[in-house]
């Protein structure tokens, strides 16, 4: 084996635990906008940074389907400091790292295909829509997306995959049929992994949803020790929660659940805070709940998201409440 280069292997060594280090901020849940924007900075910079991070992403998915055996070691100093009690991120960090680490020095991830670690996208973009703004989007497998408002994904298709990374917002997708090439959409709480069918899958800060139009889709979630797994058919719908990890599959009505896609949103009996949030998703300028005894009134109404105003205008009509404009441009209820 001919010598190694120390200043290539300590470039190397640099590269990847930066790349673990802002995977981890990017995961760890209170990632501000700046922080993205640096992080993207980061791994424009130079062709080595977003392979790294390339690297511990898919280090970091590919736990759950990792031999247990393959990955005690790795994870052993990541699970003493989490029983220690230190931060989500410091553990992040830790395993992000050692995950780089062994791919690229071909250590105990072996049992892997090498390119599923290191293999160049035949195709990769990076696709974001703006408050209030929708998008549709065709890849070269055929397979179609359509975002949200508000959303941020990222799409690699590789020989013998399709992954997207779901960072933030909602999207549909209609995956072009491919057994051979799994299409995989990861959104921080969990992942869903199909070979062709219609879905849509929401990410929100603490919670993660899934809705099957249809065809199947597997949803995972949790670390490889504790991984839970739920399969989805047409008309099923499930939610990974922060604190409570995987719920069961259940009954949905999808089309109420992608009236955005109609340019819709459907409050059928919602809480009123609820559907303020909702809403918010929407407005440039916010909707304020003032008066805290309204949050569990229930509404009903279906609303244009096409006409910002529009929605301001109807709480009244569907609420005993009024609208008053904030000098900054919100907007308060309150109690009528």
């Given at each position: 084996m001919p010598p190694t280069d120390p200043g290539r292997s300590?470039?190397?060594?640099?590269?990847?635990?930066?790349?673990?280090r802002w995977f981890a901020r990017m995961h760890a849940g209170d990632a501000s906008a700046a922080d993205r924007q640096a992080?993207?900075?980061?791994?424009?910079?130079?062709?080595?940074?977003e392979r790294a991070y390339q690297q511990v992403e898919f280090a970091w998915q590919a736990t759950s389907r990792a031999p247990r055996q393959a990955l005690r070691a790795i994870l052993a100093r990541g699970e003493s400091r989490a029983r220690a009690g230190l931060a989500r991120r410091r553990l992040l960090v830790g395993l992000g790292a050692a995950c780089a680490a062994t791919v690229a020095g071909g250590g105990a991830l072996g049992w892997a295909d090498p390119a599923w670690w290191s293999g160049t996208p035949q195709y990769q973009a990076h696709f974001e829509t703006d408050r209030g703004e929708r998008r549709v989007e065709t890849l070269p497998d055929g397979s179609v997306l359509e975002l949200n408002t508000g959303t941020r994904l990222r799409v690699r298709l590789y020989?013998?995959?399709?992954?997207v990374a779901l960072e933030a917002g909602e999207a549909m997708f209609m995956v072009a049929p491919d057994p051979q090439r799994p299409f995989i959409v990861q959104a921080g709480l969990g992942e869903v992994r199909v070979t062709g069918t219609r879905f849509d899958v929401r990410r929100d800060a603490q919670a993660l949803s899934v809705a099957v139009e249809s065809g199947a889709v597997q949803v995972s979630a949790g670390p490889w020790w504790r991984r839970q797994r739920v399969d989805l058919t047409s008309a099923m719908a499930a939610r990974v929660d922060a604190r409570d990890g995987l719920g069961a599959a259940?009954?949905?009505d999808v089309a109420s659940l992608t009236a955005w896609r109609r340019g819709r949103i459907i409050f059928d009996g919602m809480p009123l805070a609820q559907?303020?949030?909702?809403?918010n998703r929407y407005l440039r300028q916010p909707l304020i709940l003032?008066?805290?005894s309204l949050a569990g009134l229930r509404i009903a109404a279906s609303l244009s998201v096409d006409d910002p105003e529009a929605i301001v205008q109807a709480l009244p009509a569907i609420a005993p409440v009024?609208?008053?404009?904030?000098a900054d441009g919100a907007f308060l209820i309150l109690r009528r």
């Open positions: 300590r470039l190397a060594d640099a590269v990847r635990n930066d790349a673990a992080c993207e900075r980061w791994r424009q910079a130079h062709p080595d940074h020989d013998g995959r399709r992954d259940s009954r949905a559907a303020v949030d909702e809403m003032q008066d805290a009024r609208i008053a404009r904030r």
